[in-house]
């Protein structure tokens, strides 16, 4: 549904999108992810038709962006950062505007609006004008308008940006249902998102493409070995060489000792025996007191950092997507 | 065509949603009768030149402050955003905002027709002069409409979009006045007679109605608003 290929754009000598391909499809969440100014906004425009890409291609629903723009955005709802709305104008007057503006038939536009209503909860701020509403209440006002024409294909940029808590959990579960029967592509710059809401995540890093891929697959690329911290209580001594010679352990590394319990910092092999079960029975054949034992987690952050700046904290491991990388950026 | 309509109904109604529509009216009505009325009664002629003369310096200050909201605004607020992706070709938007920029001074215009009425009871004038008097009014004021309109393309600070509007307003004023063009070298003559804003307007007033006076006008209108949109579509350029 949407099919990008070669996307560059520059702004005088910024490049602001290099080399942009990818494919999304009906039923996705794609959630665009990347620092500020890598590139996500700039690319949201042009698949909107309200930026023209220097090269490269981009179809939107089976229309290219330039040839066929006004096709582009009848299959496009659109909302861009921070939702500017005219303020002077009420909530319905407003979506009236857009039902209008939208082609949707005079008979089903009262249906229409009362749907988006519906669906974005704006039944207690019809009466209002839309200057008068908080930040959260702004955002719903343009998702609506984004739906109003049930258009296959919906680009949000940051959606969630400036509110509350709650309003952000009630739009990212809107944007999960919203996406079970289209495609969504949605931009932020805050990972949990991400992981709360795709199916999917684009990475972008200074107007490049670095990752693609569900949550999963990025944690898999990125792990290339596990990581234990382990603390026992015993001598330094003899549980370090009798963890060495356990299988599946690659690496241990004392960390410090406080109070005779020994903080341990164990690599393990991906793929291969358990490492933990094997921790778990040395410490009760040698009777040592196992105080802690858990897997270090790769989170999100870790991901990002990994595909942005090219580590992952605390780990000086080179994988080989890294290399992948290094490699494209020197093309 | 239901493109544009859409866009000057949801204009038409901003202008009348805020306060812009209702102090323009107030003022222009203000502003015109007062300086109307005040040497009316000392010529004791009932007619309207007075009324008709003023109007190019009243609406170089008056006219500028409706347009220059049109498109500066829009991207000031980023709704431009909204606005340029929707379904729509550049140019319907622009003629869209146009026109209902051309409304509000229609309306107001409307309005000041308090002015011949009260006139025609005092005395007998020339039907003809001012019927022809208020088609050049609304021709000159479109002309007006569509230079403070393209003004307000080339910016997002509305002030500075007043000013480029009455700037370029009055130097296309100017150059038709009697002062400028005895000044002016000989070769230039017939280009700024033919190209000021008020010439035509003037030769209207005169009572006689000349298709070369509509075309200018209408040329003007034409001109400022494909230059507009070009502007508008500025963005897309690479």
Redesign the interface.
Same mark, same amino acid.
Request: a positive charge.
């Given at each position: 549904m949407i099919e990008v290929r070669e996307l560059t754009k520059s702004y005088g000598p910024t490049l602001a999108v290099n080399n942009v391909s990818f494919n999304a499809n009906i039923g996705e969440v794609v959630g665009f992810i990347g620092p500020n100014g890598a590139g996500k906004t700039t690319t949201m425009r042009i698949l909107t038709c309200y930026l023209t890409a220097d090269a490269g291609t981009a179809t939107v629903a089976g229309f290219d962006v330039l040839e066929h723009a006004i096709d582009v955005r009848k299959n496009v709802g659109y909302l861009p950062e921070s939702a500017p709305l005219y303020a002077d104008m009420g909530v319905v007057e407003y979506l009236k505007f857009m039902a209008e503006i939208r082609e949707i038939p005079k008979t089903r536009r009262k249906e229409r609006i009362r749907t988006v209503v519906d669906i974005c909860g704006l039944e207690g701020v019809i009466q209002k004008d839309i200057g008068e509403l908080s930040k959260g209440y702004r955002q719903r006002v343009g998702l609506a308008q984004s739906l109003i024409h049930d258009p296959p294909i919906l680009i949000l940029d940051e959606p969630t940006s400036g509110l509350d808590p709650t309003q952000t959990i009630e739009i990212r579960n809107l944007i999960k249902e919203i996406g079970t029967e289209k495609l969504v592509l949605f931009s932020t710059h805050i990972l949990p998102e991400v992981a709360a809401t795709c199916s999917r995540i684009l990475m972008i890093s200074r107007g490049k493409i670095v990752a693609n891929g569900t949550l999963e697959e990025l944690i898999n690329q990125v792990r290339s070995e596990n990581k234990l911290h382990v603390a026992i209580k015993g001598t330094e001594d003899e549980i370090t060489t009798k963890l060495r010679g356990l299988d599946g352990i690659t690496g241990v590394t004392p960390v410090k000792t406080d109070n005779g319990i020994v903080r341990y910092e164990i690599t393990t092999t991906h793929e291969g025996p358990d490492a933990t079960g094997a921790i778990f029975n040395a410490a009760v054949q040698n009777r040592w007191d196992l105080v802690e034992l858990h897997e270090e987690s790769i989170d999100l952050e870790q991901i990002f950092l990994h595909y942005t700046t090219g580590q992952i904290s605390g780990t000086p491991t080179k994988s080989v997507v890294n290399e992948d990388i290094d490699s494209t950026e020197e093309e | 065509m239901? &493109?544009i309509n859409?866009?000057f109904?949801?204009e038409f109604?901003?202008y009348f &949603?805020?306060p812009i529509a209702y102090i323009f009216i107030t003022f222009f009505l203000g502003i015109s009768s007062w300086l109307f009325f005040q040497t009316f009664f000392f010529s004791n002629q009932a007619e309207m030149r007075g009324f008709f003369g003023l109007m190019p310096w009243i609406f170089l200050f008056f006219i500028p402050s409706v347009t220059m909201k049109l498109w500066a605004e829009e991207k000031k %607020?980023?709704?431009a955003? !909204?606005l %340029?992706?929707?379904? !729509?070709?550049d140019y319907e938007v622009v003629i869209g905002k146009f026109l209902a920029s051309f409304g509000l001074l229609a309306v107001s215009v409307l309005f000041s027709l308090g002015i011949p009425i009260s006139v025609a009871l005092l005395g007998d004038p020339d039907g003809g002069t001012i019927v022809c008097g208020y088609l050049g009014l609304l021709l000159m004021g479109g002309a007006y409409l569509a230079i403070g309109m393209f003004a307000s393309t080339l910016t997002e600070n509305q002030i500075i979009a007043f000013i480029i509007g009455i700037t370029t307003c009055f130097v296309l004023l100017i150059i038709g006045t009697d002062y400028v063009l005895f000044s002016a070298p000989d070769w230039l003559y017939p280009i700024f007679s033919y190209l000021g804003l008020g010439v035509h307007y003037s030769s209207i007033l005169r009572g006689v109605i000349d298709s070369r006076d509509i075309i200018y006008y209408l040329t003007i209108m034409g001109f400022f608003l494909y230059i507009s949109t070009l502007m508008v579509e500025s963005?897309?350029?690479?």
């Open positions: - | 239901q &493109n859409t866009i109904k949801k109604r901003s &949603n805020s %607020m980023g709704t955003e !909204i %340029m992706t929707l379904p !729509i070709r963005r897309k350029w690479r």
